[in-house]
């Protein structure tokens, strides 16, 4: 309840706003309840005037309860929708702040999917639209039970005393709900994974022709989260029959001791009409009430969850060097090496070396040798290897600029995948496109830079991609920059043109791994590590 709490609070004067819509809302509906006291009154005195006057009044509350009761949901709905986007931001922000190691290795893709879209839903359904029915309904307890003080104290205070024991209902059943709502928040995490993981092997499917298994795979999973929503919803049935016969007992209870007043002259029999009518707003507030309280707190699994991610150490948000940024640091390795599982090898022998600032460096070796493993632990992405690894830097955070094998393509604009949504002069950002043979076809498109591109779409080659990134890179201007086989699926005049683009570029310093490269371009290089 407190993290819902909390976000109405950050969405103060929205949240007051609501509230005052409520009470408005409330009111109408309470003095609509009262007003049929004289209505019935008037057919008793047998007064045709005071019918029609007070059946008017009551005419014009009630249009005005339906005003402000779809007023109260468009509030509500646009609150909520609020409310939403900052618990979104908030997860994406400590998923942000997640080591790389963290990011991979500890919760998949699927799961920050799931997070940001289905346990999103939950919260919003059974989170914070509940809290604003619980704040409602509150409304419609209070109002109505004092109204009820005005015709006897006797009414108020046995709605009051009924209102308690419906009110420590939800802490008798709403252990029913917590262990269910797990199930459901786990299933969908499990199904967003599979789903993700099916779809991405369509291609392998294909191959084998094992299209039928994406349709069983995800039918098998789509099962899973039936039942376990079928659970909750069985549970919450009872929790709703038990809360729901107590609450018709109360009200009954409330018309029946009104009936004994009456017949003692203590009120007039029009108040029969309107204390069932108070009485029955009472209950079915009270009602709603344990029964949303119930509902809200099946989230704090959901809400446990991302606390887990509280829990991480942050990590700063490291900036690469630019060229407006003068002093660019050399590189020591000190024995560096990465053990492999078994303790007893190493993926990456170890291995010492000085890169000077400004130079070229080849990172050579067979197969195997642990090129590509070097170098993600120079770029700060591996960070579980022995030794040491100095830039000689007074910054610590300085980072270098590191292009993998496979770059990953934002399913956005041409523009974003180039700038990362960073401002750019167009010449610059032409002037990248141009290095990389990109420039003609992207001014080809309709949309030229706006045109939208997939993650996986087959609108770009793989070649065309890998040019994309280091144009990308070359945007940037960084002054250190690590390759990864970033040219391996161009072919080799254009791979040859823009590594030499690269080279003459006077201070950058450069550590390339490349398995396939000719004398030329070798010979370009100021230093090779040879790996063993």
């Known amino acids: 309840m407190d993290k819902i709490v909390h976000y109405f609070k950050q969405n103060k004067m929205r949240t007051i706003m609501l509230l005052i819509i409520m009470i408005v809302a409330t009111t109408l509906d309470t003095l609509g309840s009262v007003f049929l006291t004289n209505l019935t009154d008037s057919i008793a005195h047998e007064s045709k005037r005071l019918f029609v006057i007070w059946f008017m009044i009551i005419?014009?509350?009630?249009?005005?309860?339906?005003?402000?009761?779809?007023?109260?949901?468009?509030?509500?709905?646009?609150?909520?929708?609020?409310?939403?986007?900052?618990?979104?931001?908030?997860?994406?922000?400590?998923?942000?702040?997640?080591?790389?190691?963290d990011f991979h290795n500890k919760w998949s893709v699927g799961d920050y999917t799931s997070w940001l879209t289905n346990d999103i839903q939950q919260i919003k359904k059974n989170g914070f639209f509940a809290f604003c029915d619980v704040c409602f309904y509150v409304l419609e307890l209070v109002i109505p039970t004092f109204t009820l003080c005005f015709y006897n104290w006797s009414l108020a205070v046995t709605a009051l005393?009924?209102?308690?024991?419906?009110?420590?209902?939800?802490?008798?059943?709403?252990?029913?709900?917590?262990?269910?709502?797990?199930?459901?928040?786990?299933s969908n995490s499990v199904f967003t994974t599979a789903v993700t993981s099916i779809l991405g092997g369509f291609?392998?499917?294909?191959?084998?022709?094992?299209?039928?298994?994406?349709?069983?795979?995800?039918?098998?999973?789509?099962?899973?989260?039936?039942?376990?929503?079928?659970?909750?919803?069985?549970?919450?049935?009872?929790?709703?029959?038990?809360?729901?016969?107590?609450?018709?007992?109360?009200?009954?209870?409330?018309?029946?001791?009104?009936?004994?007043?009456?017949?003692?002259?203590?009120?007039?029999?029009?108040?029969?009409?309107?204390?069932g009518s108070l009485a029955a707003v009472i209950f079915m507030a009270m009602q709603n009430i344990t029964s949303n309280i119930v509902v809200i707190k099946s989230t704090k699994p959901v809400f446990d969850k991302f606390v887990l991610l509280s829990a991480n150490k942050n990590v700063e948000n490291k900036q690469y060097l630019n060229n407006s940024?003068?002093?660019?640091?050399?590189?020591?390795?000190?024995?560096?090496?990465?053990?492999?599982?078994?303790?007893?090898?190493?993926?990456?022998?170890?291995?010492?070396?000085?890169?000077?600032?400004?130079?070229?460096?080849?990172?050579?070796?067979?197969?195997?040798?642990?090129?590509?493993?070097?170098?993600?632990?120079?770029?700060?992405?591996?960070?579980?290897?022995?030794?040491?690894?100095?830039?000689?830097?007074?910054?610590?955070?300085?980072?270098p600029l590191y292009l993998p094998q496979k770059p990953y393509i934002f399913s956005d604009t041409i523009k974003f995948n180039l700038t990362l949504g960073a401002m750019y002069p167009q010449e610059i950002i032409e002037g990248a496109l141009r290095e990389v043979n990109l420039l003609d076809k992207i001014a080809a498109l309709p949309q030229q830079m706006d045109t939208m591109i997939t993650a996986d779409g087959a609108d770009f080659s793989g070649g065309e991609r890998q040019r994309l990134a280091l144009a990308r890179a070359l945007i940037t201007q960084p002054r250190v920059l690590l390759l990864d086989e970033s040219t391996s699926s161009l072919d080799e005049k254009l791979a040859n043109k823009i590594m030499f683009k690269l080279m003459s570029i006077k201070d950058l310093t450069m550590i390339v791994v490349e398995h396939k490269i000719n004398l030329e371009r070798e010979q370009q290089f100021d230093q090779i590590i040879q790996l063993s």
Not at 71 to 100: C, F, H, M, P
Not at 169 to 177: D, E, I, Q, S, T
Not at 348 to 371: C, I, N, R
């Open 325 to 399: 940024q003068l002093k660019v640091p050399s590189l020591y390795v000190k024995d560096v090496a990465l053990p492999d599982s078994t303790g007893s090898g190493y993926w990456l022998k170890p291995v010492s070396f000085k890169v000077v600032s400004g130079t070229k460096v080849l990172l050579a070796g067979p197969s195997g040798v642990g090129k590509s493993t070097l170098l993600r632990i120079i770029a700060g992405v591996t960070t579980d290897y022995e030794g040491t690894i100095d830039w000689n830097s007074d910054s610590n955070s300085y980072m």
């Open 161 to 186: 005393l009924l209102s308690l024991v419906l009110l420590f209902l939800p802490k008798m059943v709403g252990n029913m709900l917590d262990s269910v709502a797990k199930d459901v928040t786990s």
């Open 203 to 275: 291609d392998t499917l294909i191959f084998f022709g094992k299209r039928s298994v994406m349709k069983s795979k995800i039918n098998e999973e789509s099962q899973n989260i039936y039942l376990a929503q079928s659970k909750y919803s069985y549970h919450n049935m009872w929790v709703n029959n038990i809360v729901g016969a107590i609450s018709v007992l109360s009200q009954i209870s409330i018309i029946g001791l009104t009936g004994l007043l009456a017949v003692n002259k203590n009120l007039s029999v029009g108040s029969v009409m309107s204390t």
């Open 59 to 101: 005419v014009l509350v009630s249009i005005g309860r339906v005003i402000f009761g779809n007023l109260t949901n468009y509030v509500q709905e646009t609150l909520v929708e609020k409310l939403s986007i900052d618990l979104r931001g908030d997860i994406v922000q400590k998923i942000v702040q997640l080591s790389y190691g």
